[in-house]
T-cell receptor, first 111, second 119 residues
């Protein structure tokens, strides 16, 4: 089983739609979680950290479920510019600060 | 904010040649990471440094790969005797780090990457 798993998609949604991605992780001792966005042939960029209580940044909401070992990203009112790959990142625990990436979920927002 | 810079942006080499990439992290960041990414996959961890110490290296990394960070600032990644399977985007990232919970929540800042093509 991979350490971090994501549905690769693509998720194809119309503008204005709400879309949600999940990401599961295998190591129950994982300490920190992030969502990154990656545009085609560009480097990943931090979208948001994920906190235990859940957090929101504008149209984006991230949640963590430690019991079920998954994190989620909700995008409301999708824009064309949201089209990208969304990478789930989990920090490997045990003293090694090694962020582990999922394979990413592709989102395509169409007019 | 100068960000993370990588050089070169693109490298085309013939199989069997050696290549070296450079990464300059954000100046106040003491952690530096190398990742490799192929099409349709997420970045795969290769190795990381805290200051000049190489603290971990992926078991998937063959002995043809070596990385250094001699003065705790810039880093180089060398691939010897390149193979076609080495073709990928090589990403460098840096972050602040140290003991304590703050370290866990320090996100990575990536450079633009070096795209390697081995022919």
């Amino acid at each position: 089983r991979k350490e971090v798993e994501q549905d690769p998609g693509p998720f194809n949604v119309p503008e204005g739609a709400t879309v949600a991605f999940n990401c599961t992780y295998s190591n129950s001792a994982s300490q920190s979680f992030f969502w990154y966005r990656q545009d085609c042939r560009k480097e990943p960029k931090l979208l948001m950290s994920v906190y235990s209580s859940g957090n929101e940044d504008g149209r984006f909401t991230a949640q963590l479920n430690r019991a079920s070992q998954y994190i989620s990203l909700l995008i409301r009112d999708s824009k064309l510019s949201d089209s990208a790959t969304y990478l789930c990142v989990v920090n490997k625990s045990g003293g090694s600060y090694i962020p582990t990436f999922g394979r990413g979920t592709s989102l395509i927002v169409h007019p | 904010d100068t960000g993370v810079s990588q050089d070169p942006r693109h490298k085309i080499t013939k199989r069997g040649q050696n290549v070296t990439f450079r990464c300059d992290p954000i100046s106040e960041h003491n952690r530096l990471y190398w990742y490799r990414q192929t099409l349709g996959q997420g970045p795969e961890f290769l190795t990381y440094f805290q200051n000049e110490a190489q603290l971990e290296k992926s078991r998937l990394l063959s002995d043809r790969f070596s990385a250094e960070r001699p003065k705790g600032s810039f880093s180089t990644l060398e691939i010897q005797r390149t193979e076609q399977g080495d073709s990928a985007m090589y990403l460098c990232a840096s972050s602040r780090g140290g003991p304590g919970t703050f370290s866990y929540n320090s996100p990575l800042h990536f450079g633009n990457g070096t795209r390697l093509t081995v022919t």
